[in-house]
C-alpha cells in the first residue's frame, strides 16, 4: 500500500469546516483513499473512501485533487464530537478480507 | 454500518492470570476479523488475522503462544492473553467486514490493565 503523509495535529473551531490534508504521491491507479476516525478510547470509524473523484456522504466530503497525489477529508460543521485521530489510508479496494494498516493520523482537536 | 461488539470494555487482572477477549459481529458473519493492539498515544498495530475454522496468521514479532486466537464461529472471535504481565497492559481492538464490503467495522475496544 502507499505511504501517506498527514500533519500530526490540527485545531479546528466549532461551526466551521475541518479540512484534514493527506499527501500520498506514491499512489498507484489501483488503489483508493481510505479516511477512519478514532475517537479517544473506542475503536476506530469508517468515514468514507475514493478513488478519483469527489465523494460525499452524511458524515464527510472527501476531495482528491486530479493527479491523485493529495487528498483532503472536509467536516463540514465540525463539533466538539469531531474531536478524534483521522486516519488517511491508501489501498486497493478493501473487502472484509483485507487488514487495514494504520499510520499515525491526525490527531484534529474541536475548539468551542 | 455493521456492528461489532468486544466483551469486556475494560479489564484488570493480576500478573500471571490469563484474560479472554471476546469479538462479536452482531449483523453480519464473518470468516475473516482482525485483532490490534494500541497502545497511550500510538497509533493502532495489527497484530493478528483470525480465519473462522483454521489457525490465525500473525504479524511479525507478536507470540502466537501468548496471544491465543480461536474464531470458531462466523460470528465470534476471541483473543486470550496468556500469563499476562503488566507490559501486556494495553487496548486491545477488533474489526470485521461484511462479506462483499469494502470498509472495516471496528469494536469499541478492550482495555486491559495488568497489575
Known amino acids: 500500500d502507499a505511504k501517506t503523509t498527514q500533519p500530526p495535529s490540527m485545531d479546528c473551531a466549532e461551526g466551521r469546516a475541518a479540512n484534514l490534508p493527506c499527501n500520498h504521491s506514491t499512489i498507484s491507479g489501483n488503489e483508493y483513499v481510505y479516511w477512519y476516525r478514532q475517537i479517544h478510547s473506542q475503536g476506530p470509524q469508517y468515514i468514507i473512501h475514493?478513488?478519483?473523484n469527489n465523494e460525499t456522504n452524511e458524515m464527510a466530503s472527501l476531495i482528491i485533487t486530479e493527479d491523485r497525489k493529495s487528498s483532503t477529508l472536509i467536516l463540514p460543521h465540525a463539533t466538539l464530537r469531531d474531536t478524534a485521530v483521522y486516519y488517511c489510508?491508501?489501498?486497493?479496494?478493501?473487502?472484509?478480507?483485507?487488514?487495514?494498516?494504520f499510520g499515525p493520523g491526525t490527531s484534529l482537536s474541536v475548539i468551542p | 454500518g455493521a456492528v461489532v461488539s468486544q466483551h469486556p470494555s475494560w479489564v484488570i487482572c493480576k500478573s500471571g492470570t490469563s484474560v479472554k477477549i471476546e469479538c462479536r459481529s452482531l449483523?453480519?458473519?464473518?470468516?475473516?476479523m482482525f485483532w490490534y493492539r494500541q497502545f497511550p498515544k500510538q497509533s493502532l498495530m495489527l497484530m493478528a488475522t483470525s480465519n473462522e475454522g483454521s489457525k490465525a496468521t500473525y504479524e511479525q514479532g507478536v507470540e502466537k503462544d501468548k496471544f491465543l486466537i480461536n474464531h470458531a464461529s462466523l460470528t465470534l472471535s476471541t483473543l486470550t492473553v496468556t500469563s499476562a504481565h503488566p507490559e501486556d497492559s494495553s487496548f486491545y481492538i477488533c474489526s470485521g467486514g461484511r462479506y462483499g464490503g469494502t470498509e472495516a467495522f471496528f469494536g469499541q475496544g478492550t482495555r486491559l490493565t495488568v497489575v
Open positions: 489510508i491508501v489501498s486497493p479496494l478493501k473487502t472484509s478480507y483485507d487488514k487495514v494498516i
Open positions: 475514493g478513488l478519483k
Open positions: 449483523d453480519f458473519q464473518a470468516t475473516t
